[in-house]
């Protein structure tokens, strides 16, 4: 494999077309007025918006995270500009240990980028969406438990009712895409194998967590078997970067025990011995053992992209998910840059991420595409 390369992998693209005009109206959002506030005389720049989404399907985890998150909402300049115009949207995920402001100000500046390419000729302005999934014990892996809550549920059903309630979108699959890096990553394949029917594009970035360890080693464990209570979790949730939180998020999200209080999880060791039915749990949450269960889900998708850094100590995995789904006939496209885990975020949002929505999520017509005319 060369240090960069890129391949298409699937059946010939489709033309699909979406009738707007049979769209439903937006609603107004809480507290009344109309969402993403403005004129056109101030649409130069798009906004960033920061408001709580309460979830449903969060309420009553067991871990007691708040079902309200909070949410970042880039609302691009054509946004105020044309108050008659919806607009695609994008929900992006951000990583272990992030928030909501992963993306418009520590790995990315997304208004600014996002700015910059709504200026570009042809290119189609989308709203995008980042909740905050930050839990007890930094992380909710995107995925559905009695400890931390449905958050496949909460970004498939929650979040976009509320979005597309609330600002005007294009409320139909063929115009919403999801997107992550690392643990988003994870979650936007985890979550976009199982819902075709709500998003139709993926873009998968430096995802983690894809395949799983059959044999883990039981020292790799120790530090988060130590941690028994939950003041002790928030006290190691409080260091920087990973550590035993991240077995314990894992636990929480793959392994969840409802009879095991106070943290309510079963890790893949106890007392020093490997437990092969926990970690049978784990192995059936990695994606590339799920693929073989969601072909035909995975088969309905649009478009499907997938991007690493040749630096990122990911990268054998990604590999592995991009041969699975190869073997698979899954239709996909697969690229290795130069970078590490976090170093390229803002430029591949800017270069790959947002301009492959722009192609493949249907929008109104652009003013500044060459097929319009004026």
């Known amino acids: 494999m060369n240090a960069k390369s890129a391949a298409w992998t699937g059946a010939a693209a489709v033309v699909l077309v979406v009738t707007l005009a049979a769209l439903p109206a937006a609603q107004g ?16 720049t ?32 054509s946004y105020a500009a044309d108050q008659a115009r919806r607009f695609p949207v994008v929900y992006l995920l951000h ?3 992030g928030r909501d402001d992963t993306f418009t100000t520590r790995l990315a500046k997304l208004a600014e980028l996002g700015d910059r390419l709504a200026a570009a000729q042809g290119f189609s302005e989308p709203i995008v969406v980042t909740p905050n999934a930050f839990t007890l014990h930094k992380g909710s892996m995107y995925a559905s438990s009695v400890t931390t809550g449905d958050w496949e549920r909460y970004v498939a059903e929650d979040l976009v009712q509320y979005i597309d309630g609330h600002y005007r979108t294009i409320a139909a699959r063929i115009s919403r895409g999801l997107a992550g890096h690392s643990m988003g990553g994870y979650g936007a ?15 998968i970035m430096s995802a983690c967590c894809l ?3 059959p044999s883990p080693r039981p020292e790799s464990f120790a530090a988060s078997e130590a941690i028994r209570t939950r003041a002790q979790a928030e006290e190691a949730a409080k260091a920087p970067g990973f550590g035993p939180s991240t077995n314990l998020a894992s636990a929480a999200a793959w392994s969840p025990n409802a009879a095991n209080p106070p943290l ?4 893949p060791v106890k007392d020093g011995k ?14 590339i ?86």
């Open 95 to 97: 990583g272990y240990g």
């Open 274 to 287: 490997v437990r092969p039915e926990i970690v049978a749990k784990w192995t059936a949450n990695a994606p």
């Open 46 to 77: 798009g906004t960033v918006e920061h408001i709580t989404v309460h979830g449903p399907s969060l309420e009553n985890n067991l871990e007691s995270d708040s079902p309200d998150r909070d949410v970042s909402v880039y609302l691009p300049p």
């Open 289 to 374: 053992v799920m693929l073989e269960q969601h072909v035909a889900e995975l088969q309905k998708l649009y478009s499907i992209a997938i991007d690493i850094g040749t630096a990122d100590t990911l990268l054998e995995s990604n590999r592995q998910l991009h041969a699975a789904m190869t073997r698979l006939h899954i239709p996909h496209f697969y690229e290795e840059y130069e970078g590490d885990h976090t170093n390229k975020v803002g430029e591949r949002l800017e270069r790959s991420v947002l301009p492959f929505f722009s192609k493949n999520l249907a929008s109104p017509a652009n003013p500044t595409s060459p097929a319009v005319q004026h």
């Open 189 to 203: 394949l985890r979550i976009g194998m199982k819902r075709p029917d709500v998003f139709s594009s993926l873009y």
């Open 264 to 267: 309510f999880l079963d890790l």
């Open 29 to 44: 959002r809480r507290g009344g007025g109309p969402p993403g506030g403005g004129t056109a005389a101030s649409a130069r």
């Open 211 to 213: 395949t799983a360890n």
